[in-house]
């Protein structure tokens, strides 16, 4: 039976805003079915597109020039809205997709992607609608909600591959182990199923993976199920997906609201994630924004770095033909230049199973003892991390008594530097590292040659003033010159005695 039927006009006024429908459900219902559709979809107007697209260029690419027909290859430009539920008690979840015809389901044994399965609750909902992008004069919604008394039948997921994770973490012992940190499934705006994403994360060789779906962890709890059966440590996430920028936060302890969030607030949502138990890794800072891609550059307003974990200096899958990672890299290091402590991050934002081209890269953890959700958290804490395009590396500085590596703290002095590198062996593609530097603000910079698939490199080095040291190599991947892997800093302090 119907239960709410309601039609809203949006105007480009609307951006970057969230419209609330309030609507009653009865007591006895089975299942719920909350329809949206909104129209149009596109603006096909040219010469209104290329106004857009120009004013976005300016503000988020000055870096480049961009013809025209670069310009016009992003026409048409889409309208977006997200679509969150909340039954009276708790929020539901949310779908991030680009459809924009939906249908919603809610019911105790399943709901639809973004949505977790939960008891129809009688009482007052509220169905929110996230303006994502407007490009038209006005977007018409429709919103249509029935109620089932019935019970039915719900589609079960099929997945037939059986491949299992094998890792050599010990208690006891650090390690350096493969990770994703940046994932999506069917949930938000990816492709994969819960045992989907599992299996094809061990078929890349990751031993663990960070589940980041967009404002929603409803297939948080299947993904750990599935992580457990086949052996990939799972840890809780997900990423805040607001019209100023986004940031993975991982955890699974942040009670923080996604729906609040605002410029006004971010620092105190980012100190009270933290507070919880969580990192907070900013996600693609340098990517282009609205409209070609709304909220995906950092407009959030930080200035409170302290309590940033990490930051994506490499995002997607090929991250050495991006200009925005280009100018990710380079903020990360300014904002090291200033003090703060900062874990280098790859995201591969993962959606789809053969999402990608050649070179992707990988983040790997220093894993003290067992990989699970809680190892995953401490090593990003501890800035124990590097990315890398195929290239496994150990760094330690000695000083005679005491070893330190990746992510530790350290007095200034005199330090043997020891690197060990080698190529890792299932990477797939084409990658030569050719010279690894020491880099940072607490030393001279020195450069090392690199030959052939593994190495190790000794040298006397003095830590001379306050600040950090980070390793950076280069070479070549598919045959274009690029940055091949970067460690997070050691840091320098002057410890009095």
């Not at 040219?46 to 290859?73: D, G, M, N, Q, T």
């Not at 990423?239 to 729906?259: A, C, D, M, R």
């Not at 020891?418 to 030569?432: E, G, L, V």
Request: charged share 25%; with cysteine.
């Amino acid at each position: 039976m119907q239960i709410f039927h309601t039609k809203v006009r949006v105007t480009p006024d609307a951006l970057r805003s969230h419209i609330q429908v309030k609507f009653s459900v009865p007591e006895g219902l089975e299942y719920l079915t909350v329809a949206t559709f909104y129209s149009p979809k596109y603006e096909y107007d040219e010469k209104k597109c290329a106004k857009l697209v120009r004013e976005c260029l300016e503000k988020y690419a000055p870096y480049r020039e961009f013809s025209y027909e670069e310009i016009r290859r992003n026409f048409p430009l889409a309208n977006h809205i997200a679509w969150s539920l909340h039954d009276g008690e708790k929020q539901l979840g949310t779908e991030h997709r680009h459809k924009p015809d939906q249908t919603h389901v809610i019911s105790e044994k399943y709901s639809s992607n973004g949505f977790i399965a939960t008891k129809v609750r009688a009482g007052e909902w509220t169905l929110t609608a996230s303006i994502n992008s407007i490009v038209t004069d006005f977007i018409d919604i429709d919103v249509t909600v029935e109620g089932f008394t019935e019970k039915r039948d719900f589609p079960r997921e099929k997945y037939d591959s059986e491949l299992y994770a094998v890792n050599d973490c010990e208690k006891g012992k650090l390690t350096w182990q493969r990770v994703e940190m940046h994932c999506h499934t069917v949930a938000s705006d990816g492709d994969m199923t819960p045992k989907e994403l599992v299996q094809n994360a061990i078929k890349r060789g990751y031993k663990g993976i960070c589940l980041t779906d967009h404002n929603t962890v409803s297939n948080v709890k299947a993904v750990e199920e599935w992580g457990k059966k086949y052996n990939l440590a799972v840890a809780r996430g997900i990423e805040w997906t607001t019209f100023w920028g986004h940031l993975t936060v991982i955890g699974g302890n942040s009670k923080v609201n996604w729906l609040d969030i605002r410029p006004e607030n971010i620092n105190a949502c980012i100190v009270q994630a933290r507070q919880s138990g969580d990192i907070v890794t900013l996600a693609h800072p340098k990517r282009i924004g609205w409209p070609l891609c709304a909220g995906c550059y950092n407009d959030c307003g930080i200035t409170n770095w302290d309590y940033l974990t990490s930051y994506e200096v490499w995002s997607h899958y090929d991250p050495n033909v991006s200009l925005a990672d280009l100018q990710a890299k380079r903020e990360w290091i300014s904002l090291l230049d200033k003090g703060y402590r900062l874990a280098a991050m790859y995201g591969y934002d993962w959606h789809s199973p053969d999402e990608g081209g050649p070179s992707y890269a990988y983040t790997y953890l220093g894993i003290d003892g067992i990989l699970d959700k809680d190892s995953i958290v401490k090593a990003v804490e501890c800035g124990r991390t590097y990315i890398t395009m195929g290239w496994e590396i150990n760094v330690e500085l000695c000083d005679g008594e005491n070893s330190y590596g990746i992510g530790d703290i350290l007095p200034i002095g005199r330090y043997r530097l020891k690197i060990s590198y080698n190529k890792a062996s299932d990477y797939p593609f084409d990658s030569k590292l050719e010279s690894l530097s020491v880099k940072g603000n607490s030393c001279e910079e020195y450069h090392f040659a690199c030959a052939g698939g593994k190495g190790e490199i000794k040298e006397e080095i003095y830590l001379a003033k306050e600040g950090y040291m980070r390793i950076e190599g280069t070479g070549f991947t598919e045959g274009k010159y690029a940055d091949v892997l970067l460690t997070s800093p050691v840091y320098v302090k002057e410890i009095k005695k």
